[in-house]
Structures are given as C-alpha cells and as structure tokens.
C-alpha cells in the first residue's frame, strides 16, 4: 500500500473497533443533562505518547502526563467534561490524582497507569466526588463503540469528532487500525487550542519512535489551527498503541506509511475541530509557498488564519486580498522578515486576485463570489521570498455568534456549591439591548406560524430519558403562538402526565383515538390533541397526519437527527433522502426513525423533523429557529 491509498473516513464509526480499546460515557453531573465523563480503556499494557499546550498556566492533569509520557504500560485515560480543574492550586493537583485513583480503583489497575485529562471552566474547583461515585460504574458501560465516549468529551463543540482509517504494512498480512476522536471549538490558537485529541492504534510500536511520528504530525495538523488566537490551559494529543494486531512497525517503508496514515487521522480531526469553531460558518484553508523555509511559511500561514479582518470577509463571503496581504505583512513585521509587497501571488478559490502586475480588476464574479459563500474556503499567497518552503493552516470565520457565545452566554454560567457547572438560559442573563432584539425578532418570527397543523412524535420514552415535563411546556408554548399541536405519545402515563400540566396552565387538552375527524374538530377549537400508541406504527403515523393536513411531523429520536460519514445532515430534498437511503447513506441510532422519515418522504408530507429528544425544550427549538436543531426533509426550495 501506498501513501496515496490510505483513505481517511469521518463518520462516526460504530463498527470500527481498534483491537484491545475499549470506551465509555456517562453523566456524573459536573455538566447540565450531558454526559461529561469518559473512559478509554487498554486491556493490554499500551506505548503512550503525547504533545501538550504550550501555555505558561497549565492545568494539574497536563502537568501529570506530560511528565509521565512518552512511556509503555499505560492502560487508561479518564476525561471529565465541564470543568477545567485549572488555576485551581494544590488542592487540584490533589484532584486530578484522586480523579486517576478513581479509574484505577474501579479497573483494578495501578494508578500510574491512568492518565487524566480535564476541559470546561477555568478557576473552579473540580466537584471530584462526583466523578469517583461515576468511575465505580464505568466497568459495566465499557464497550467497543467510541460514539458515548466522543461524546462525553464535548464542551462547546456541537458535534462529535472522529476520524480513522484502516492499513496494510509492508511485510505483514494482518491490517492495522487507527482511530481518532476530538473535541475543540474554542478557545483555538497554536501552540495546542482548546482540544483533546486522542488516537488510538493495535499496532506495537517503541514509545520513543511513536514519540517522533506524533510531534511532527500535530505540528502540521492540530498546531495549524486557529479559531480565536487563545491558547488554552489544558489540552493535549495522545497517542497509544497497544499492540493487540501483533503488527510491529518496524522498517522504513513501515514507518513511513504510519507515519502518514497518523498525520492523515490527526489532520481529519484538525480540520473538523476548525470547521466547529464557535459560531463558525466557514473552514478557512490558507496555503503559503515561496517562504525561506516551512516555519516561516506555517508564520504566514497562520497570521492570515488568525487575522479578525480576514476573519470576518471570509463570515462575509468576499474577496478580500488586500485584507490577507495586510495580514502576511503583519506577521513579516513581528518576525522581522524581508518582503517585497510587489512579489506577492493571491489566489482565492483558485482565481488570481493579484500578483505583480497588480490587482486583476473584475475579478468580483459571480462564480468567485458564489465559491466564498461554501463552507470550505481556500486561499493560497506566494509571498516571493525565493525559497521553497511552504505550509497550511486551517481556521474558520468569525460570526455573530462567536461574540455572543463568548460575551452573553458568559454572564450565564453558574456554578454550585458542588461545582456542578450550568448555564442560566433565562433573558434575565442577557443584556438589555439583547433581550430586545431577541423578543422582538422572535415575536415577528412566531406570528409565522399561527394557525399551523403540527405533529409531535415521541417514539420511545426509554430510549429518550425524554424530559415529559419540558415537552409539556413546549407543547404550551405552540398552543399560546396560535399553532394546533397533536402529540402522539408511548404510553397512556405520558398521555395523562402532558394533560394535567394543561389541565394546571388552563389549556384545554384531549385524549384521543384516531379518528381523524375527530381530532381535526377538537384541533380548530384550540385543544391540544394527545394520541397513545404503545406499538411503533410509522405508517399508520404519517398516514393519519395526511388525513390532518399537518404541516409539519416532527419527530424526538435518541439522536441529533440524521446523520452521514460528515455528521448531521440538517436539510434534505425527499428525493435526497430516499436516494442516500437506498445507499446506506444514513446512520441513525433508532431505525424506527428511518422508517418514518422513508414512510414521510415518499407519501409527499410537506416537511419531515428529526430532532434530538434529550435536548429540553427540543420542539421549540427546532420550530422557533431558521436553522433548527435536528434534520429537516422537506420539498421547501432551499434558502
């Protein structure tokens, strides 16, 4: 196998376990309703390597392993999500110790052979307890599938990152495995960002020489990233290879085709940590050559990533070279480099937007400007130093919501005497000038909606864990915007729970069978219609929703809605969608799900909802929101 045959694939990987790994996710309660403690496990003594941020003030769980790796013997590392245990003194120190004793404890392991890793807030005591009375139950969850384990890792990341491939080295028969999981949104500037990465292998490699291959890769990879020119306090890149395929890398050839699939594996994880960045619309690839050499390039390279003006053009979908051009000559200044404006090559999207005749005029087409509108944009800047060093960094726009993530939503964090961290969503934690535009868009945005036939579908009540309570409220909320909701419910307890909170608000609510007429009677006299079915009937379901003429279906899955190799899938045509079913296109955790929206897409219902369930308040959100939170099938042209 060649280098150009390793193929690195980005889905979520249920059926991809790398020999000897094991993972877990749980909720220990430091976060909010999210999981926010994982576990990776090594039945075998395993090589650990790793990289660490290069911030002065590093966390206790950074300082540990970085002082223990490289190493073999390592068995396990044990994550906690929501906080950082940073800035937090001795008794932190003591903390992460306690949190590595804990794993240990509960694996029957040495505790120098658990690794810790810690994200989320900064300067708050780490609710230890918490996590020792999680880590006794981590034996029973531990299983091959990393997809709880990617999860329980995530801060402000809205999805999962993993990555993997599969390869043959020269001399062996057996394949060997790696795979890849992150998480990173912000807080993202080299050297390291707000990220974990971990990537695991069953090949059997020296710590020393795994050591070599993963400092160079996460140079070119995680350290080419930048989403806000923050360094974090506690991120890090392991790698650990166990052996399990008894595959030896061993031998030029060997190494480097290792070397490579690594360094693929990790780039994968890069660029979608980047494309996650907070409030992020747009991956920003910069590519410099013609540097003195590749450090200088990767300067470049990450200035213009960096730069708030390159930034925000790119939010903004324009051709902005003079902007990128002010941004390498910036950093020529910082580093006391000898540039010629006049020598300068700019491309964007691979058209020529100046070089040493000038600017090319009328280059502001349509195509260009349809080009930066995707959501992946690249730019590439010869700066005519004469030499040949080059490099790439990978960043992403800035939005809107990157300062409303990190100014309003600030103000709403709260932590307990626990330490359990949350946010405060209610408008009180917003500023003045915001809570006024919030409610009057959102009041202008609801009036679209009135006098909509909608239909709400919860499936399975276990699998869900599904708040009743905050479905109830929603529910409430679409009958006071003037919409006609019927609910179709798993049980006749969650049909009385959901009608005697109507019966307490004063809503009128109606336990019903399906007849059609009937419910469409009770529906134009304001009254919440709910529907038990205890048997999973996704024809029946969509077919009564035909004879309602509802508007739109939407249904609460134990997942994010539809997914494919790139993650959540937000909007399809039903053609789309029935042509990537037929495909396997689609990952969903409940198949019922599937079976719906295929019932939904080829009976021509106007539009189909997919939403995560374990979200409170699910519905509204997906309803009262022009991107929604979840999948949406529908015939509607596309904005």
């Not at 077919?543 to 190799?565: E, M, P, T």
Request: hydrophobic fraction near 45%.
């Amino acid at each position: 196998m060649s280098t150009t045959d390793i193929t690195i694939h980005t889905d979520l990987a249920p059926s991809f376990p790398v020999a000897g790994f094991r993972f877990a996710g749980t909720r220990c309660g430091i976060k909010h309703a999210r999981p926010d403690l994982a576990l990776l496990v090594s039945d075998r003594p395993t090589v650990v390597a790793g990289c660490f941020t290069q911030n002065r003030v590093r966390a206790a769980c950074v300082e540990r392993n970085a002082a223990a790796l490289p190493a073999d013997g390592m068995r396990a590392v044990l994550i906690n999500s929501g906080n950082a245990n940073a800035m937090t003194g001795p008794t932190g120190v003591d903390d992460n110790l306690r949190m590595a004793s804990a794993a240990a404890t509960a694996l029957d392991l040495d505790v120098d052979a658990v690794l810790t890793g810690s994200t989320g807030i900064i300067g708050v005591p780490l609710p230890v307890q918490l996590i020792e009375e999680a880590a006794s139950e981590f034996e029973n969850k531990l299983q091959d599938d990393p997809r709880e384990f990617a999860k329980a890792i995530l801060t402000t990341d809205t999805c999962t990152k993993v990555a993997h491939t599969t390869l043959e080295l020269p001399g062996h028969d057996a394949p060997v495995r790696l795979l890849g999981v992150a998480k990173g949104s912000g807080m993202i500037h080299p050297n390291m960002a707000t990220t974990f990465g971990f990537l695991l292998t069953d090949a059997a490699i020296a710590p020393a020489k795994l050591q070599a291959m993963l400092s160079p890769a996460v140079d070119r990879t995680f350290n080419a990233i930048t989403v806000d020119g923050d360094s974090s306090t506690n991120d890090m890149v392991l790698a650990l290879a166990n052996g399990a395929s008894g595959v030896h890398v061993e031998g030029e050839a060997a190494e480097a085709l290792f070397a490579e699939a690594l360094n693929g594996v990790l780039l994968a994880l890069a660029k979608q940590v980047a494309r996650d960045g907070e409030g992020a619309t747009r991956l920003i690839e910069v590519e410099v050559t013609g540097a003195p050499n590749e450090s200088i390039a990767r300067d470049l390279a990450r200035g213009v990533c960096r730069s708030s003006l390159v930034k925000c053009s790119a939010f903004a979908g324009q051709p902005e070279w003079g902007r990128v051009s002010m941004a390498i000559g910036q950093v020529a200044a910082e580093h006391s480099l000898q540039l010629d404006p006049g020598a300068l090559t700019i491309h964007a999207q691979g058209t020529l937007l100046y070089d040493r005749s000038g600017p090319k005029l009328g280059h502001n087409t349509a195509s260009l400007r349809a080009g930066l509108q995707q959501t992946e944009v690249r730019w590439s800047v010869d700066v005519g130093m004469g030499g040949t060093g080059s490099s790439v960094a990978y960043g992403c726009d800035l939005s809107y919501d990157y300062v409303r993530i990190n100014a309003d939503e600030s103000k709403q964090i709260e932590v307990s005497r626990s330490g359990a961290v949350s946010r405060n969503l209610s408008l009180a934690a917003y500023s003045p000038r915001l809570k006024h535009q919030l409610l009057c868009e959102g009041l202008s945005y609801v009036r679209r909606f009135t006098g909509m036939r909608v239909m709400v579908v919860l499936p399975n009540l276990e699998k869900l864990d599904a708040p009743i309570a905050t479905l109830a409220h929603d529910l409430e909320l679409c009958l006071d915007a003037g919409l006609k909701p019927v609910a179709v419910l798993p049980s006749a307890a969650a049909v009385e729970t959901i009608a005697e909170h109507m019966r307490q608000a004063g809503r009128f609510a109606a336990s019903v069978a399906t007849d059609a007429v009937n419910i469409s009677n009770l529906l134009d006299r304001g009254h919440l219609c709910l529907l038990a079915r205890t048997e999973p009937a996704p024809d029946a379901t969509v077919d009564l929703a035909l004879k309602l003429g509802i508007q739109k279906l939407i249904v609460l899955a134990a997942d994010g809605g539809l997914r494919d190799k790139h993650g959540l899938v937000q909007r399809l045509s039903p053609d789309t969608f029935l042509t990537g079913l037929e495909r396997g296109r689609f990952d969903a955790t409940d198949p019922e799900l599937l079976v719906l929206a295929r019932h939904a897409a080829k009976r021509g219902l106007s539009a189909f909802h997919a939403i995560d369930g374990r979200i409170p308040h699910a519905v509204v959100g997906e309803l009262f929101t022009d991107e929604g939170i979840g999948t949406l099938i529908t015939r509607q042209a596309l904005g």
